[in-house]
């Protein structure tokens, strides 16, 4: 297959949408509704609109990053994307090139259990907090060597030796390996997260807010192992983050989510400069700055509230209730703003979309 054409089917399927064909991950109409309610804990009997019509596109060796507050539907759309869980409607395709130099079409949504098995070694997550994803009683020897167990036939030795290889690639010394969780750093823990993740080589990692839980200085670190990483094995990131400020530097790309939907996506560099979505001027506006003098001059603009909840979303634009924008527009209450390229690269979903520099 010719990795650039378009990848037919699901693109098609939603029509455009700012697609590439050439893309490592290519997600479509994304909905993830969770039922609640009505069962023995009692309650009301409702929907959940988690995530609400997610399309994106990440290009083979980029990274997304995927932002928004608590609550929007950030870890929704990656468990969908790795069907940890399953979603309500959507395409979800993966493409990773094989030996003989042509690339490989994986429908992830299409997949059965068998399939899914297999998929598990092409597409891994690295999870917000490393103490909680690592097992206390394991030592890292095992918590590495335990997938490489379940999923191959590789003799003791061999799995002793990728235990070995993968510690070194996320920087930790081999010699700690008989050592348990809490003989490490939050930094070091969350190496060993990375490690587990690469046991066999995937192309494409979910990295849910991985460095959230870690302190500034260290967060750094991890950032740069990650970019290494990217770079030395070719890898394609989902990055998830709740703000801005981490994504930055390591993102090519950024969408930003509120209450299930992606309303703004483009190139990290130009949602810097010129963003154009209310909402993403507001996350912008909390980022800080290090020159107390621009700091000092520069737009602030607060959300005034809490995020709606998604068991009742707002009529019209999502947004509409916290909007300094739109909350008096009658068209914001009313009508759903589409997300549309608005210029080369640059997808709003917004009846007034305003392009300012924030930071
Ligand atoms: N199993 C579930 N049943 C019902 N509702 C759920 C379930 N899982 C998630 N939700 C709801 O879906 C919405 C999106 O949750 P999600 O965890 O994806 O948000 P998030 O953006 O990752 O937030 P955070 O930044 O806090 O991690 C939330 O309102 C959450 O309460
Ligand atoms: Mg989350």
């Not at 650039?4 to 699901?10: F, L, M």
């Not at 909680?132 to 060597?145: D, F, I, T, Y």
């Not at 190496?191 to 046991?199: C, E, H, P, Q």
Request: glycine fraction near 10%; charged fraction near 25%; aromatic fraction near 6%.
């Amino acid at each position: 297959m010719d990795p650039t054409k378009p990848v037919d089917g699901a693109v098609q399927a939603t029509g455009d949408n700012g697609a590439r064909g050439d893309a490592a991950l290519s997600v479509r109409g994304l909905v993830k509704t969770f039922e609640v309610g009505g069962g023995w804990l009692g309650g009301e009997k409702g929907e959940v609109s988690a995530v609400a019509d997610v399309s994106f596109d990440i290009g083979f060796g980029r990274t997304l990053g995927l932002v928004g507050e608590s609550g929007c539907g950030k870890s929704t759309t990656a468990r969908c994307i790795l069907r940890l869980i399953e979603p309500t409607s959507g395409d979800v395709v993966l493409q990773r090139p094989i030996d003989d130099g042509t690339t490989e079409r994986i429908d992830i949504i299409a997949s059965g259990r068998a399939d899914l098995r297999r998929l598990r070694r092409h597409m891994q997550i690295v999870f917000q907090d490393p103490f909680a994803s690592l097992n206390p009683r394991m030592s890292v020897g095992q918590a590495l060597r335990e997938p490489l167990k379940v999923h191959t036939s590789m003799p003791r030795s061999e799995q002793d030796t990728r235990v070995g290889e993968l510690m070194r690639l996320v920087g930790l010394n081999p010699r700690l390996v008989d050592r348990y969780p809490h003989e490490f750093s939050g930094g070091q823990r969350q190496r060993i997260g990375v490690a587990r993740a690469l046991a066999f080589d995937p192309g494409f990692l979910v990295l849910d807010e991985p460095v959230s839980a870690l302190d500034v200085s260290i967060q750094a670190q991890v950032l740069n192992l990650l970019d290494e990483l990217q770079q030395e094995l070719g890898l394609t990131y989902l990055f998830i983050a709740h703000d801005l400020a981490v994504v930055r530097h390591v993102c090519d790309d950024i969408a930003v989510m509120y209450l299930g939907k992606i309303v703004e996506r483009t190139s990290a560099e130009r949602l810097f400069d010129e963003s154009m979505h209310p909402y993403t001027h507001a996350l912008l506006s909390a980022v800080p700055v290090p020159d107390p003098e621009q700091e000092r001059g520069r737009l602030r603009i607060l959300l005034e509230g809490d995020v709606p909840s998604p068991l009742n979303p707002p009529s019209g634009c999502r947004f509409h209730t916290r909007c300094h924008v739109g909350r008096d527009q009658e068209v914001c209450r009313s009508h759903e703003p589409p997300l549309e390229e608005v210029s080369e690269g640059h997808w709003v979903a917004c009846h007034f979309p305003e392009a300012r520099q924030v930071v």
